[in-house]
């Protein structure tokens, strides 16, 4: 024990740091802090402008949906955009759906139209 005592004894004696002024040392760190303080300030406003595209977007979304269903119900199709005269229990049930089915693509488009157009602006 007394060796390893000797030996952290000989490292601090010969350990002799040149301090530097106080007055460089405030300097450097206050520089430092103001570069901190600098980055947070752009990290919040990118966090907020990023609140604001994804309300934006939310908005968006839910208008063309509720616009899409109110067209949809208000204009029925009597006749199927899809026909199929194959007697195909699946491609019947394709064309009995057929409006629903492309609405909902309709509705995934838009919203990766809005995605896009969001991620690009943020981008910007």
């Not at 000797?6 to 206050?30: A, C, G, H, S, V």
């Not at 520089?31 to 600098?38: D, F, G, H, I, S």
């Not at 057929?98 to 981008?123: D, E, G, P, R, W």
């Amino acid at each position: 024990m007394t060796e390893k005592d000797d030996t952290l004894k000989e490292l601090f004696r010969n350990f002799d740091p040149k301090l530097t002024d106080d007055t460089d040392f405030m300097t450097q760190l206050n520089r430092r802090l103001e570069a901190v303080e600098y980055l947070k300030a752009i990290q919040d406003r990118q966090l907020r402008r990023y609140r604001y595209a994804i309300v934006a977007a939310f908005a968006v979304g839910i208008g063309c949906g509720s616009g899409l269903f109110y067209f949809l119900l208000k204009h029925p199709v009597i006749v199927p955009p899809l026909s199929f005269n194959i007697p195909i229990p699946l491609l019947a049930t394709l064309v009995e759906n057929s409006n629903m089915i492309l609405l909902s693509m309709l509705t995934l488009l838009i919203s990766y139209a809005i995605i896009s157009t969001v991620n690009l602006l943020q981008k910007v």
